[in-house]
T-cell receptor
Framework: KNEVEQSPQNLTAQEGEFITINCSYS?????LHWLQQHPGGGIVSLFM???GKKKHGRLIATINIQEKHSSLHITASHPRDSAVYIC????????????FGKGTKLSVKP | EAQVTQNPRYLITVTGKKLTVTCSQN?????MSWYRQDPGLGLRQIYY???????DKGDVPEGYKVSRKEKRNFPLILESPSPNQTSLYFC?????????????FGPGTRLTVL
């Protein structure tokens, strides 16, 4: 079973469009992670957030802990944003397990 | 340069031939973890380690072993690989197991078991 659901699974956009990727989870969590996986396979951490909103360049992540939902927004999208975006959470306290969604594959056309 | 390294990057082997994928980090991180990534299934955690000599199972531990004898290394061992272990494997580390710590990923190891 996967306790993290992402939507959409695939997304194609034109350069310049505003993009939203959604992440819903079924358990109470302390923090949520957003990752980016480049077409070459490498994975980098984008955000960790437990409340409100975080911004890094054209990327904005929001989270609503009560509604168990997070969104990743990309403003003024560019072909170099084409990647798989993955959300996930880690069990707190003595739990070290990490659960990820299946990812959203984004393709931005010039 | 702070990094997580994995070796080998690519490996083709045959069923039953024991193999080890190494993972090393130079950031003095306490927490290390192994994942496999399969089409349609996403990233799934195999094993993780909260610190030296402390390891625990993730979601898909069957067929794998790990050890954490030193802080920097966390090898993944397949005692008797089978074709269903053909996958892309990632090692990752973070400062600790605290939920707010950023994960740093290795470059990945693409394993094919014939």
């Amino acid at each position: 079973k996967n306790e993290v659901e992402q939507s959409p699974q695939n997304l194609t956009a034109q350069e310049g469009e505003f993009i939203t990727i959604n992440c819903s989870y079924s358990v109470g969590i302390s923090a949520l992670h957003w990752l980016q996986q480049h077409p070459g396979g490498g994975i980098v951490s984008l955000f960790m957030l437990s409340s409100g909103k975080k911004k890094h360049g054209r990327l904005i992540a929001t989270i609503n802990i009560q509604e168990k939902h997070s969104s990743l927004h990309i403003t003024a999208s560019h072909p170099r944003d084409s990647a798989v975006y993955i959300c996930g959470w880690r069990g707190g306290g003595s739990q070290g397990n990490l659960i990820f969604g299946k990812g959203t594959k984004l393709s931005v056309k010039p | 340069e702070a990094q997580v390294t994995q070796n080998p990057r690519y490996l083709i082997t045959v069923t039953g031939k024991k193999l080890t994928v190494t993972c090393s980090q130079n950031m003095n991180h306490e927490y290390m973890s192994w994942y496999r990534q399969d089409p349609g299934l996403g990233l799934r955690q195999i094993y993780y380690s909260m610190n030296v000599e402390v390891t625990d199972k993730g979601d898909v531990p069957e067929g794998y072993k790990v050890s954490r004898k030193e802080k920097r290394n966390f090898p993944l061992i397949l005692e008797s690989p089978s074709p269903n272990q053909t996958s892309l494997y990632f090692c990752a580390s973070s400062l600790s197991a605290r939920v707010y710590n950023e994960q740093f990923f290795g470059p990945g190891t693409r394993l094919t078991v014939l």
